[in-house]
């Protein structure tokens, strides 16, 4: 079924494929009965105004009707994102978000009042109230909401702005069904006979080995993008729109200062991070040569930079053989680790492959009352799908520890964490691969393609983060997003990124409008710092003792119950320098210096 030549409808996916998300609602019926209670309990709301200071009763019972809402709703709302996932175009997938984000929206309305009668509670009172054993579920979401004090608006003003939360999905929902459901990409001529393209179907063409059929799906979707550039630089530009008016209003200097500002994360990190990598783009340039000479072109094309350099001995992998060779790779993080990962791989956690209209790549969706989910589109003739399995289960097992060690206001970590545990269990993956494989063939395949991993997480995505920069700058300057400025930013970045081993097409600089993560701004940039410190923390355990493991394990445990530049430093790695951005730049320096032997270039 992986690797089948049509794709299934979502009706013929068998079960023992698909994840199972009764955990969050044992079926429609019973979430239209939740999403009715949660309805419900919205005018209860209005009874704990004005109260919050009275008394500290009063204060907890606020919290707490808070907690109960916030539990029913998050598990309505990932019951209902999920299920738009499986299939984008299924309308009674789309109606039943569509009502949870009505609700969610009356909800936060009614509770806009919140924020904003809580930053006026005495400082005593709430630090008297917050040393109570009492407060354990609630000291930590607390605090937090009171460092943002300095940007918490009236409560008409945050009222407003929760109501607009629907509305503002719509650049992002747009551009989603736009890319994932109604462009119609065509198919491919093959050796093999004519094969559709899709979205999630693109990333196997640029690996097919035959650089005729690659070209013919790079042109291909291009031309497809082509034909919407206008409307999907139009919905980049409403996304960028909305960003700079969030911040303005709540008295924010830029977009990307209200982006860093929740997670305590300083503007100097993302400056650290493009800094350090545009020094290093030199070793960059260098892989590219390599590749351009490992393949004998006069040049490459933005079609050649994906496909592996060897053939491997063994390039397929079923899914269970990936989950096996993961669950071994993982052995140094012990038992209950590698149990419960293993239980959940092949258990209910993941949607496995592709289908129509399933939202293309992969993530992994951790909720505190239901099973950490994981949607793939999984290939077994693509080796980085069982790196991108090994990915989102580390997502998914961080988020396993975080709820199991944290209360529900502050089990959630950020974002910024989360690449780390993602990308550790990459780091471990490889090392695995790399030491077990007998074939030398095999050994370059795993080196290439661990260098491409590393390029395509620390060099691409701060690529991309640079590209957000720019544009959020740019309009933030009074400059006009038009699809001309976006294509001309994009190509100078793509130049100065690829070196001059590349020739691009006209048509190349379109793949600036055509990122998802775009749409959730200065996202990407996590990415690459979650790489650097997991080849830092990755290195740590594998060369450490019980101590190294169990900090590792301390990271994974803290959940949101610290800020992500102090969680990793209890893991032993200080992202606030640039020193972890310079050593995994060296890392890929050594490795492709590593592969470049081994290509005899």
Not at 48 to 73: T, V
Not at 120 to 132: E, S
Not at 148 to 176: G, M, W, Y
Not at 530 to 556: M, N, W
Request: charged share 25%; with cysteine.
């Amino acid at each position: 079924m992986a690797n089948s030549d049509s794709i299934p409808a979502r009706k013929d996916v068998p079960a023992e494929h698909r994840w199972n998300l009764s955990k969050l609602a044992k079926d429609e019926a019973s979430w239209d009965a939740e999403l009715a209670k949660f309805e419900a309990m919205i005018p209860g709301i209005e009874k704990f105004r004005g109260k919050l200071a009275d008394s500290k009763e009063d204060f907890f019972a606020a919290l707490s009707y808070n907690r109960e809402m916030g539990l029913l709703g998050e598990r309505l709302g990932y019951y209902a994102q999920l299920r738009v996932s499986e299939d984008e175009g299924d309308s009674a997938s789309r109606g039943r978000a569509g009502r949870f984000m009505m609700a969610m929206t009356k909800a936060e309305g009614a509770a806009a009042w919140l924020l904003p009668e809580l930053q006026r509670v005495p400082d005593d009172k709430v630090d008297a109230w917050l040393a109570d054993p009492a407060a354990d579920e609630y000291r930590v979401f607390v605090r937090k909401l009171l460092r943002l004090k300095p940007h918490v608006l009236s409560e008409a003003e945050e009222r407003l702005l929760a109501l607009q939360a629907e509305a503002n999905e719509t650049a992002s929902d747009a551009f989603s069904v736009l890319t994932n459901v109604d462009i119609d990409f065509g198919t491919v001529d093959t050796p093999e006979g004519s094969k559709p393209l899709s979205q999630s179907a693109y990333s196997s063409f640029m690996q097919n080995p035959d650089r005729a059929v690659r070209e013919a799906a790079y042109r291909k979707f291009y031309a497809a993008f082509d034909g919407h550039r206008n409307t999907i630089a139009t919905l980049y530009s409403g996304s960028c729109k909305l960003d700079k008016y969030r911040a303005t209003v709540r008295k924010y200097p830029s977009a990307r200062a209200a982006a860093l500002f929740p997670d305590d994360v300083s503007e100097a990190v993302y400056d650290n991070l493009v800094k350090t990598v545009n020094a290093n783009l030199p070793t960059l340039h260098k892989y590219y040569e390599i590749r351009r000479k490992a393949m004998k072109l006069p040049e490459l094309r933005h079609w050649d930079v994906y496909v592996p350099l060897v053939p491997a001995a063994k390039s397929k992998y079923s899914y269970e053989e990936a989950v096996a060779h993961i669950e071994k790779a993982l052995a140094p993080l012990g038992t209950e680790y590698v149990s419960t990962i293993k239980a959940g791989l092949l258990g209910g956690w993941v949607d496995r492959y592709e289908n129509k209209g399933k939202r293309s790549g992969a993530f992994s969706a951790g909720s505190f009352s239901g099973d950490p989910y994981i949607l793939m589109n999984y290939k077994d003739d693509v080796i980085r799908d069982m790196f991108t399995l090994a990915h989102e289960g580390g997502h998914s097992m961080h988020s396993w520890y975080a709820a199991r060690n944290n209360p529900f206001l502050s089990y959630n970590y950020t974002i910024f964490e989360a690449e780390v545990a993602s990308t550790f269990n990459e780091a471990l993956l490889f090392d695995h691969m790399y030491r077990e494989a007998k074939d030398q063939s095999l050994r370059t395949y795993l080196l290439n393609s661990r260098v491409d991993d590393l390029l395509a997480t620390l060099f691409r995505q701060t690529m991309f983060a640079e590209f957000e920069m720019v544009a959020h700058a740019a309009l933030e300057g009074g400059t006009p997003l038009t699809v001309d400025f976006f294509r001309a930013e994009y190509r100078k970045l793509l130049e100065k990124y690829f070196g001059p081993s590349m020739k691009f097409e006209d048509v190349s600089d379109l793949e600036g409008l055509r990122i998802p993560h775009f749409y959730g701004a200065f996202y990407v940039y996590k990415y690459s710092t979650g790489i650097s410190a997991s080849i830092a923390l990755a290195k740590r355990v594998l060369s450490g003792g019980e101590k190294e493991r169990e900090d590792y394990f301390k990271f994974l445990k803290s959940g949101g119950s610290r800020y992500p530049i102090e969680a990793l430093k209890v893991a032993g790695v200080d992202m606030s320098t640039p020193q972890p951005i310079e050593a995994a730049c060296a890392e890929f320096g050594r490795l492709v210096d590593e592969l470049g032997k081994s290509l005899g270039v």
